[in-house]
């Protein structure tokens, strides 16, 4: 342990330094060196990228632990200060992913996605989501030669050196191959395979030393998901398979585009597939000009997302806007293109059948399944909470299914919630199956979205609580028998707490 607090603060001690030598170590480039040969420029990027991330960590540690010293955790001021601080730390570290860029914006964009994460930090790192800058063709195609071959006008009549999207791992080129085909060819950025065991460990060794300093605050549980996430993402052969199955599974939907593939010009680092057109499934303008309504895309993107959830057990894990676009071409009117199949998680079947008995429970309000189910999930402790994290109401609520909570019941939950510390939420996050993970995240993005889009919450719950059941019995047909029993129950149940207060007022 002595060791361990040594090279902890020996090395929080050169991130100091680094920040005290050069004033403008926030801001400065991670492209610096450029005159260092290019075997050593990757890991000395590397050690200038930790050693901003280790100052950084370093200063936002100091800071909540002078801020909130002395301070009584169930006073007002407590929780005031702890706001102010939130919002200081998640700018301080928007700022390190915007000056580290790659993995670092990544980590960012990933932490934002979480509801579980205080408001502070999901609200100021969710700018993260546009902060990606291209890379200059010229490396761009040095990974193109390296995997497809030296004469790519063998290959393609026409390819635009300037990108049509950017992230933090790839950037997509639009191309036009030999037999005329409209192609969006996605790179992957060079080196980025030495740079994630770099910034990973860094990202690991950061949230020991943070649970070290705050036991309270362990983040182990994160760095593990985004690692894992972030390893299946390099591999665009996986990327690709993952892309074919979504498209197999929706095949007979006349609401879902997925882009086909072209196998012979795809590898880990290079994906070649079909160029779609479209817009950010969240730009309301763009729907509303192409006469769309933004309600029925909300209602389809839950829909296919509850299928891949409650059906296939096959979940795309990063739904974000730039990940989902509507296209005016479709049966309908119109289809949503999904896109950037690289995070996905294969639920198990175990796990998916007892998700969807989680929400056949949170639609009954079944108090003794849900506990049940806590238990199959590894957190019984705080599985009366699951109605508040999915559905927004308490397990006590009167409230139908999808309207607000009463004031009684905001206050009282209110009061219940000042008894959770730190300590409970990191508890209950890192005692949760990675399945449940992933799916608590998706949620998160999905539920962004169709906030933009103006749905209500009933439309979620109802989308999401009709695949639950269809899951539980395929042979139902979803878009009538459960919807009946869906509405039968909410209004049972709702007569039921009528008839109840009604009685008892009377006594």
Request: aromatic letters at 10%; one cysteine or more.
């Amino acid at each position: 342990m002595r060791k361990a607090k040594t090279a902890l603060c020996l090395i929080t001690a050169t991130g100091l330094t680094f920040h005290a030598f050069n004033p403008n170590f926030l801001s400065s480039s991670s492209d610096s060196f450029p005159n260092f040969p290019e075997k050593l420029r990757a890991p000395i990027h590397g050690v200038n990228r930790s050693s901003r991330a280790i100052a950084t960590i370093a200063f936002t540690a100091v800071d909540y632990k002078f801020t909130l010293h002395g301070l009584s955790v169930d006073s007002d001021e407590y929780r005031q200060k702890l706001s102010e601080v939130h919002r200081r730390s998640a700018s301080r570290i928007r700022k390190l992913c915007e000056v580290n860029r790659g993995f670092y914006v990544k980590a960012g964009q990933f932490v934002a996605a979480l509801r579980q994460v205080p408001k502070e930090y999901s609200l100021t790192l969710s700018s993260l989501q546009d902060q990606a800058v291209p890379y200059h063709f010229k490396a761009i195609k040095e990974v193109l030669i390296r995997n497809l071959g030296p004469e790519l006008s063998d290959m393609f009549l026409s390819l635009d050196e300037h990108p049509i999207a950017a992230a933090s791992i790839a950037q997509v080129h639009r191309g036009v191959l030999k037999g005329h085909q409209e192609v969006a060819i996605k790179v992957q950025y060079p080196d980025l395979e030495q740079q994630m065991k770099i910034d990973t460990t860094t990202m690991y060794f950061l949230s020991k030393s943070l649970a070290w300093f705050f036991p309270e605050y362990r983040f182990e549980w994160l760095v593990s998901e985004f690692v894992e996430s972030i390893s299946l993402e390099l591999d665009f052969i996986q990327e690709a398979r993952n892309s074919e199955t979504t498209a197999n599974n929706f095949a007979n939907n006349k609401w879902v585009k997925v882009p086909r593939v072209f196998w012979d010009l795809t590898t880990h680092q290079v994906l070649t597939m079909e160029f779609c057109t479209g817009q950010k499934v969240d730009d309301v303008e763009y729907l509303k000009e192409r006469r769309i309504h933004p309600m029925k895309v909300a209602e389809v993107l839950l829909e296919v997302f509850a299928e891949m959830i409650f059906i296939h057990g096959f979940l795309h894990g990063d739904p974000h806007p730039g990940n989902i676009l509507v296209s005016p071409e479709g049966q309908n009117g119109f289809s949503l293109v999904i896109l950037d199949h690289g995070i996905y998680k294969k639920l198990d079947e175990g796990f998916r059948l007892d998700y969807c008995q989680l929400w056949k429970a949170l639609i009954l309000l079944d108090s003794k399944n849900l506990q049940r189910l806590g238990e199959r999930f590894g957190v019984a402790k705080y599985s009366r909470y699951f109605p508040v994290i999915f559905t927004g109401r308490t397990i006590d609520s009167k409230s139908a299914l999808g309207k607000a909570m009463s004031v009684e019941e905001r206050r009282n939950l209110k009061q219940e919630l000042k008894s959770l510390k730190m300590e409970d939420i990191s508890s209950f996050m890192e005692s949760l199956p990675s399945d449940f993970l992933t799916i608590l995240r998706t949620d998160g993005l999905l539920r962004s979205i169709v906030s933009k889009l103006g749905a209500p919450q009933r439309v979620r719950l109802l989308a999401y609580g009709k695949y639950a059941l269809y899951g539980l019995s395929p042979k139902l047909n979803p878009e009538s028998e459960v919807l009946q029993l869906l509405s039968w129950m909410a209004k049972v149940k709702l007569l039921l707490y009528t008839m109840y207060e009604k009685i008892r007022l009377c006594c």
